[in-house]
């Protein structure tokens, strides 16, 4: 019987530029002026079962990033709840809103920047369960050894700095950090996307383990669709702010439904594919800033049809598990 | 069989770095040769050489490096032991180049007008006006909507997409022969790639532009290069048409680059990886610099592997290569 680990319920993540003092004197003497306001997610409920690795795929600007932070926790939402094991965590007292903060981990793409440079590895990966006792004072060295070698890392890195590193080693020593404070839920953010191909296979293969060995949840966010249809269980597409299809992952990428999923799986070039003609979605991504009515997409779909210009599409259950937010799906068998 | 001069000819480039630690043998004898209207991949991963061979052919290798052997003929002539000053008046013209990080090829202090008008003025006396007109319409062929009012802007007013679209409108300028583009696409969207490997793709057929597209990623030059040269180490292991080397690959390291893509691998199982690392370039095997992850090797691959060319314009540099 599966269980829900993490939910979204109905979550938007509005991001607000106030007027500056130039501008509230414009609106003053009767300049339209407006506050900038972009819905970064928009409306999103979703679910993640235990045990599931999660796919959120998109493009920049789509919001799957911050979407990430707030199921992470690092980031409050505007409107709607996020809960975890059944609670929701913006209502749990201190001690437990710490202990549940503690089950989720963030990984994140930059394997330059998310270490602090001037701190060894010992201090990156030791500080965390030093401080919420993870295990015993006596016991931490042998325990940080024990996941450094777990992740396929020497123990005597610990006495090195973050520079010594290649990217690949730095996303690894990214890992143990994350699991030294023994999470249940890990949010990937673009894990392998700064890096080559054979050292992708072995973080995707590192991660896939873990996950295997730890019954690790998590949620694997990229604009990579070849790599999250290799690990994912179910993927999510989000298109500006809203998530558009989702499904499980070999029905999703069989049977794509939404145009926007199509038009992706259409231009990604695949070794397979020679002399490919690039066909570009038509037009360009809209500003967050200005979405467009309606379907988000409208614009830039092959068959836009009259409700599309204006009444946001919701979620529905097309095929068994498959949800797809369109008013005119493509392809339906 | 080709018959007409190559527009690039490069022999046995080699290009050393002299720091204190030692000598980085950062190119040792890469040879390839690119025809006008042709796109060859240059593939290889982070130490492979691959940039530092573009850096070679551009002139843009600084000390502690420098170009200590081999020829970069260029439409014919040598351009290895060209001054600075006479490299300068290629580049930008003749030949260009497209960075990875487009924010780097971009002046952040100044409007896009001023640096596509500034390009076109470097190589040719024009007027400003026509100067102008030339801008709009690069902006226009890579996709830009709205290029008048793009051209006023900043480069950071742009996102990545566009700023790497923009940079390659700047390549394109002035009409290039040859244009080599050094990971253009890795940080960019499916969408935005597909967008610039449509311009790229248009250019070439168009204009019979030759192009060098270096990248990691071979799923991107299946779809857009006629060859793929490999790179380990600073020498080229592989070289081939795109259903050659994809299809049947000969080198044990090509064979592991292709066995490590998602697509090949059952979804869910774990990808197959290359065992160990690549070597510090600072310390390489003597002999094949693959052999010490290769599951071929023996005591033959501790001399360098020559040349094999089982077909003309197929080659390989193995002592085991997987042949049929």
């Known amino acids: 019987m599966p269980t829900t680990l993490v939910e979204l319920k109905h979550v938007t993540k509005r991001f607000v530029k106030e007027l500056d003092l130039a501008a509230k004197m414009a609106k003053r003497i009767g300049v339209s002026v407006r506050r900038e306001i972009v819905h970064a997610v928009d409306q999103v409920d979703l679910q993640i079962q235990k045990g599931e690795i999660f796919g959120l795929v998109g493009e920049s600007g789509c919001g799957k990033s911050t979407l990430g932070r707030i199921v992470a926790g690092l980031l409050q939402p505007s409107e709607g709840s996020v809960w975890f094991d059944g609670r929701e965590i913006s209502g749990l007292k201190r001690r437990e809103a710490k202990e549940t903060a503690l089950k989720t981990q963030m990984i994140f793409q930059d394997p330059f920047s998310s270490l602090n440079p001037r701190m060894r590895v010992r201090e990156i990966i030791g500080e965390a369960p030093r401080v919420h006792r993870i295990v015993e004072r006596a016991e931490l060295d042998n325990y940080l050894d024990g996941l450094l070698l777990r992740c396929g890392l020497d123990p005597i890195y610990k006495e090195r700095y973050p520079h010594q590193f290649s990217g690949g080693q730095r996303q690894r020593i990214a890992i143990v950090r994350a699991l030294a404070v023994k999470p249940e839920f890990l949010v990937c953010d673009e894990v392998v996307s700064a890096l080559d191909v054979s050292i992708q296979a072995q973080i995707l293969n590192l991660f896939m383990d873990l996950r295997r060995d730890l019954g690790l949840t998590s949620m694997f966010i990229s604009h990579n669709l070849e790599v999250v249809e290799h690990v994912s269980d179910k993927v999510a597409i989000m298109y500006l702010g809203r998530i558009v299809e989702q499904a499980e992952t070999e029905e999703l990428f069989d049977l794509p439904l939404h145009p926007y999923t199509q038009a992706l799986l259409k231009e990604i070039p695949s070794l397979e594919k020679r002399q490919m003609d690039f066909m570009p979605i038509q037009g360009e991504v809209p500003s967050p800033l200005e979405p467009p009515s309606g379907c988000h997409f409208h614009p830039r779909c092959p068959k836009p049809g009259d409700p599309c210009r204006i009444e946001r599409p919701v979620l529905r259950e097309l095929r068994p598990n498959h949800f797809v937010a369109c008013h005119n799906p493509h392809g339906m068998r | ?324």
Request: aromatic fraction near 6%.
């Open chain 2, 1 to 324: 069989m080709e018959a007409r001069i190559p527009t690039l000819l490069v022999e046995n480039l080699k290009t050393y770095f002299f720091t204190r630690p030692g000598i980085v043998k950062a190119v040792d004898g890469v040879t390839f040769a690119v025809y006008p209207g042709k796109i060859l991949g240059l593939v290889g991963e982070s130490g492979s050489g691959k940039s530092v061979t573009a850096f070679s052919i551009i002139g843009l290798v600084d000390p502690p490096g420098r170009i200590v052997g081999g020829q970069i003929l260029f439409q014919g002539r040598n351009i290895a032991g060209l001054s600075k000053e006479q490299i300068r008046q290629l580049r930008g013209s003749a030949i260009s180049m497209i960075f990875q990080d487009s924010m780097t090829a971009l002046n952040p202090v100044l409007r896009i007008n001023t640096q596509l008008i500034e390009t076109i003025r470097a190589h040719r006396k024009i007027d400003d006006l026509e100067a102008y007109e030339k801008a709009i319409q690069a902006l226009a062929h890579v996709g830009i909507p709205a290029p008048e009012v793009r051209l006023k802007s900043y480069p950071h007013q742009f996102s990545g997409g566009m700023r790497q679209r923009v940079a390659i409108s700047i390549a394109m300028l002035n009409e290039p022969s040859l244009i080599i583009a050094d990971e253009p696409t890795t940080a960019l969207d499916v969408t935005i790639q597909a967008q610039i490997l449509f311009e790229m793709q248009k250019l070439c057929r168009g204009k019979q532009t030759s192009l060098i597209w270096i990248t990691h990623d071979l799923t991107v030059v299946a779809g857009l290069a006629d060859e793929i040269c490999v790179m380990y180490a600073g020498r080229i292991v592989e070289h081939g048409t795109v259903a050659d080397v994809l299809d049947r690959p000969l080198h044990p390291y090509t064979v592991g680059l292709i066995g490590s893509v998602p697509s090949r691998n059952r979804r869910g199982r774990p990808l197959y990886q290359i065992p160990g690392m690549t070597p510090s370039l600072l310390s390489l095997p003597t002999g094949c610099a693959f052999r010490e992850r290769c599951s071929r090797a023996d005591a033959s691959c501790l001399e360098f592997p020559e040349v094999f060319e089982p077909v003309p314009g197929r080659q390989v540099h193995c002592h085991h290569p997987h042949l049929e």
